[in-house]
Every structure is written in structure tokens, then in C-alpha cells.
């Protein structure tokens, strides 16, 4: 078998994933299955890999789990760790117990990388960008402040101007850190901060932000909750990247988890966004619980509700979310992982995710200093760029300098990146294990004489989630039923149905289906069990 050379530590580019992709078909050919799904909006092919042990059946027979990352351009981590799972289920295949039960029972769909062309514009470039390069709402550049790399150090960073009326000054425990200006502080140099770049139609007093170029969020352009904001699109699943990832997942009907990567923060997040958690369905709150409970395990995250634990302004939520929409209108458990917590590295604990807001200005002055010397000690200082003098055009004398975010803040550095990729990935094993799975038991065959027979089969859920899925589905009514057929050559049911719907089974759950069957003695009946996201069971029986 080829070895197929893959960094774990390492942000990769669309080209070198593209060929990592056909690398792992190639050397794991009975595994691996690799193919485009649509194009991004510069006409780059969006690749999924399906992964499942082709021996055992087809993937759309089976339970399938499906991962995307990077739907933001900058959160690259989440790519990481879409790859490091790939190269993990593919080179533990066989010799990993786990891994090998999942393969065998199982399917995975992976979507490493959704904002493609986002991604190689911020991994090439010093830019930073949300999601899509497609300029919106305005083809033309507005008034304003444009983040630029003026300075040419291949980073944007900050600007600190000399004002006597600036509300930041320089920390006295630490020269550079900015702390806010307190309400009685006149004494001493004050500045204003504002990000390097360059001042569009100045008019030498004010500066405001000028409405980014890039402004279009795909992971706010989904159907679930849209809301028409400048950032939202035109209309739900308007952009060629979301529409293509939505066509996909609904095109696999055995998807029964999912999960979406993302940074920062360190937390999984989950549905719902735009309502309380007692608005989810049924038992679907126990069955995340429990999954995140295990899964912690791996990455030490907490778990939180996106409108309940991580939603600033309760009247103004998050719409248009991919997750809600793979919940809310898939009835299908989704997480949305925030990757990456460089708080927590540096020993900043919080209560819960929204208590940053709630700090005091001396409160967050010490968080500061301990990013800083987490810094000088894991990075010998360089993710901080010092302040230097420079000339700006527009505002005469300024400082540049700050952190080098892409890197330190929004992504781990890669000397952090494998263990990220490994703990997260880890976390998806758990979600998928989870997942329901149908089989069957307890077949029985009993003479009843003249040619007819009685066959009767448990029909079991050998997972955890219910054989929907969730209770949202059921709610939502999007799956078919469990469909229990026997046939066989000469094998008839004279009276009822060779077909019997059966309704969903709770995870670990059993019902007996049984069928009045004429056949000759000596005859072969195959009993069936099926429904999509539960996949397919197949026994055979020889009739006395």
C-alpha cells in the first residue's frame, strides 16, 4: 500500500488538499471515494470524500455521518481537522477495533474545505475574510477605513495614534498592551485604535470602518431562520458554496449526524440559534448531552445551547445558520465546533461564554498580560508584533504593531494543531458510534402445515439515537419508516403483506415483525430491514 504523506501539522492549500483527496482514494481504494459536488462562486470544485468499507455494502445502506469544515475562509483549523479524521479512519482501518466497527457498519461523508475560495485568498494574502470572495453588497469600495497591510510586514495588525482625547493607553505592566482609558485618566499618552489600513474619501477627523468588501456570511444564508441582513445574501442558499453543500446533504437520505468545524472559542456548539433550549424536540437535549458528555472526554469543551449560552443579544439572533437548518429542517443532531481556545492556553478560564462581556476594564487587563506571556513563553514572542513607528498617509504619525491574529488568535500555531485535529476528531468517533443501526435477531420459523409457514424476526436498533435519528425528525416527519420485507424464490405471502412498515425504533429498542409465508420445504427466505438513516439488515433463513 502506497503511504500516503500527510502533516497533521500543517494548514493546507485547496491544491494540496485536492491531491491529499486522490492520494487517499488511490492507496485506500476499497475505502475511499472521491468526488466533486458543485463549484465555489471562481468555479473551484468542492470535493467530498466518502468513506466506508465497500465490502460490507454500499454507503447509502448504511448510517452515515457527515462533516464539512471551513464554511468561514479564515477558520482553517476546522479543515485540519476534517484531513486529520480522513487519515485517521483510512490508516486505523484494520488494526483500530473502533475504527474498524465503524467502517464495517458505517459510512462518513467529508467535506474538508466549503469556502474555498475564501481560504486560499486569506492563506495567501495577508486579508482577512468571512466567507465568499464574491463582492456584496457593493461591487465598489466604500468610504472608510479598508484593513490593509501598509507597512508591508505581511501582516494586518493595529494602529495606535498619539490623541490627547483617545480612549486607550499603554498598560504600565506591560508596554504592549492597550487598556482602556478609565473615566477620571487625564494624565499621560492616550490613543485612539484602529485596524492597519488605509482611509478611503479621509475627511481628517473621523474614522469609521468602511463596509468590508467581502461582506456575504454563508453560514448565515441557509433557509432555517434567514434574515435579510446585508451579510445573509440575496435569499436563502443564494451562494453556489451553500446551495451545493445543502443539494448534497439532501441528496443523502442515511445522513444521521452531522457536524460543521469552525473557530474560535474552544466550545461545541448546537441547535438552537434563534430559540431556548426547551424548544428542542423531545428527548433531543438528553441525546446531545449524553453524546457531548463522552465526547469531552477527548476535547475537555464545554457544551452550550447557541441562543441560551452564546448569543449577546437576545433580540437580535443568529439567523440563517447551516446547523439550524440541518436540525430545525433535516430533523438530523448537529454540532458546530468552535476549535481552538488560546484563552484557555494561556489560563484565562470563563464561567460560560458570554461572561467576557460581563469583565472590568482591570479584568481584562490581566487576561491581556497572560495572553502576553503565554506568548513570550510558548511562541518566543512572535505572535506579537512590537510597535514600530511609521508614516501613514493618511493620518501622519502612527504605531503598528498587535497580534498576529490568523495564527494565534482565529487558528492555533501549528505547533498546537495536531493535538487539536486529534481531540476533535475523536469527538466526531463518539457522535457517529451513536449513530442507529438496524439488525436482526430472534428469527424463528415455525410449520404450520400445507406449505405455510410462520417466520418472525426481532428487529433491533443497535445504537443509541432513536432510527430516525432524532426526535426532530419524527417531529418533522422526514424519514420513512422501517420497511421489514421476506422474499425469496417461490416465497409468497398469500394473506397480508411481503412489505410491513413498522414504526421508528428508541435507541437500543427491539419490535417482532412476523410474516404467513407458502413456500416448499428446503425454500431460501431473505428477511429485509430498512430505513435510511438506521441503514439496511439482511438475514437469510432455510425453510423446514
Not at 21 to 41: D, E, R
Not at 219 to 237: E, Q
Not at 341 to 356: C, H, P, R, T, Y
Request: hydrophobic residues 35%; charged residues 20%.
Amino acid at each position: 500500500m502506497t503511504k500516503v504523506h500527510y502533516n497533521a501539522a500543517k494548514y493546507h492549500t485547496y491544491a494540496e488538499i485536492v491531491e491529499l483527496l486522490q492520494a487517499w482514494q488511490a492507496a485506500y481504494p476499497q475505502l475511499a471515494t472521491v468526488y466533486p459536488i458543485g463549484k465555489t462562486y471562481e468555479e473551484r470544485d468542492i470535493y467530498v470524500i466518502e468513506i466506508t468499507n465497500k465490502e460490507t455494502g454500499p454507503a447509502d445502506d448504511k448510517p452515515a455521518y457527515y462533516i464539512d469544515a471551513n464554511f468561514h475562509a479564515g477558520e482553517v483549523t476546522g479543515s485540519a481537522v476534517a484531513l486529520y479524521t480522513i487519515s485517521y479512519l483510512l490508516e486505523n482501518y484494520g488494526t483500530d477495533a473502533s475504527v474498524t466497527t465503524l467502517l464495517d457498519q458505517k459510512a462518513f461523508y467529508i467535506i474538508p474545505r466549503v469556502s474555498i475560495d475564501g481560504a486560499e485568498l486569506y492563506l495567501h494574502t495577508p486579508q482577512m475574510l468571512r466567507s465568499s470572495t464574491r463582492l456584496y453588497p457593493y461591487e465598489d469600495e466604500q468610504d472608510g477605513l479598508h484593513p490593509e497591510d501598509i507597512n508591508g510586514d505581511g501582516f494586518i495588525t493595529q494602529m495606535r495614534v498619539p490623541d490627547p482625547h483617545g480612549n486607550w493607553k499603554v498598560s504600565a505592566h506591560d508596554p504592549r498592551l492597550m487598556v482602556p482609558r478609565a473615566p477620571d485618566d487625564f494624565a499621560g499618552q492616550f490613543y485612539r485604535l484602529y485596524t492597519e489600513g488605509r482611509i478611503k474619501n479621509f475627511d481628517g477627523v473621523e474614522v469609521k470602518p468602511a463596509p468590508p468588501r467581502y461582506g456575504l456570511d454563508i453560514n448565515r444564508n441557509a433557509p432555517a431562520n434567514w434574515m435579510n441582513k446585508p451579510s445573509s445574501g440575496p435569499y436563502p442558499f443564494s451562494e453556489p458554496e451553500t446551495r451545493t453543500v445543502a443539494n448534497f446533504f439532501l441528496s443523502k437520505k442515511n445522513i444521521a449526524g452531522a457536524m460543521s468545524y469552525h473557530t474560535a472559542g474552544g466550545v461545541h456548539l448546537r441547535p438552537p440559534c434563534t430559540k431556548s433550549d426547551d424548544k428542542l424536540a423531545g428527548k433531543d437535549l438528553e441525546y446531545f448531552k449524553a453524546i457531548w458528555e463522552r465526547g469531552t472526554e477527548y476535547t475537555g469543551y464545554q457544551q452550550v445551547g447557541v441562543f441560551d449560552g452564546f448569543t449577546r443579544d437576545k433580540q437580535n439572533p443568529m439567523g440563517g445558520i447551516y446547523m439550524d437548518w440541518v436540525y430545525e429542517h433535516q430533523g438530523v443532531l448537529c454540532w458546530s465546533t468552535e476549535l481552538w481556545n488560546v484563552a484557555k492556553q494561556a489560563g484565562i478560564e470563563k464561567s460560560d461564554f458570554l461572561s467576557q462581556l460581563k469583565k472590568s476594564p482591570k479584568e481584562l487587563e490581566a487576561d491581556g498580560l497572560k495572553l502576553l506571556q503565554w506568548n513570550d513563553r510558548e511562541l518566543g514572542g512572535e505572535g506579537f508584533v512590537p510597535w514600530t513607528p511609521f508614516e501613514h498617509p493618511d493620518l501622519g504619525p502612527v504605531e503598528i504593531g498587535g497580534w498576529k491574529t490568523k495564527f494565534v488568535r482565529q487558528n492555533p500555531p501549528e505547533k498546537f494543531l495536531a493535538a487539536e485535529c486529534h481531540n476533535n476528531a475523536m469527538f466526531t468517533l463518539v457522535h457517529a458510534h451513536s449513530l442507529p443501526r438496524l439488525g436482526l435477531r430472534k428469527i424463528e420459523v415455525e410449520t404450520v402445515g400445507n406449505g405455510f409457514y410462520r417466520v418472525s424476526a426481532g428487529v433491533v436498533n443497535q445504537g443509541y439515537l432513536p432510527t430516525n435519528g432524532s426526535d426532530m425528525a419524527a417531529r418533522l416527519n422526514v424519514t420513512r419508516p422501517i420497511v421489514a420485507c421476506i422474499a425469496g424464490q417461490g416465497v409468497t405471502v398469500p394473506a397480508g403483506k411481503a412489505e410491513i412498515e413498522m414504526e421508528h425504533l428508541p435507541g437500543w429498542g427491539e419490535k417482532k415483525v412476523e410474516w404467513l409465508v407458502q413456500a416448499a420445504p428446503g425454500s431460501k427466505a431473505i428477511i429485509t430491514v430498512h430505513t435510511p438513516r438506521a441503514g439496511k439488515a439482511q438475514a437469510e433463513v432455510i425453510l423446514p
